[in-house]
């Protein structure tokens, strides 16, 4: 059974950063491009970022290019992503997803992924 977990929301001051971790059991990590979602109360999910298989490859939308970094560590079956410069806009539930892409690229198109964890809320005060 394939279970994917997500930790780290929190409350923080705009400006501030914060580290959102995924765990993902119950298949094999290194085969799954893997991305980070975020919604907001009343809004469509949005894709923060996603990584290739093997970590190479990244993608930004223009709302988090330069402030949050997508990283993973196969060996840990773990994803990560670093958020610096936090801004009240960002507030919502990030969530982790794995993506059976053959090739080692990444999208962040959502109905391409096919496992989601419950999410993690982040909430930036002004």
């Known amino acids: 059974q394939v279970q994917v977990a997500e930790s780290g929301g929190d409350l923080v001051q705009a400006g501030g950063s914060l580290r959102l971790s995924c765990t993902a059991s119950?298949?094999?990590?290194?085969?799954?491009?893997m991305g980070w979602f975020r919604q907001a109360p009343g809004k469509e999910r949005e894709g923060v970022s996603c990584i290739s298989r093997s970590g190479t490859n990244t993608f930004y939308p223009a709302s988090t290019k330069g402030r949050f970094t997508i990283s993973r560590d196969n060996a840990k079956n773990t994803l990560y992503l670093q958020m610096n410069s936090l801004k009240p806009e960002d507030t919502a539930m990030y969530y982790c997803?794995?993506?059976?892409?053959?090739?080692?690229?990444?999208?962040?198109?959502?109905?391409?992924?096919?496992?989601w964890g419950q999410g993690t809320q982040v909430t930036v005060s002004s």
């Open positions: 997803a794995a993506d059976s892409l053959k090739d080692d690229v990444c999208s962040i198109w959502s109905r391409s992924y096919d496992y």
């Open positions: 119950g298949l094999s990590f290194d085969d799954y491009a």
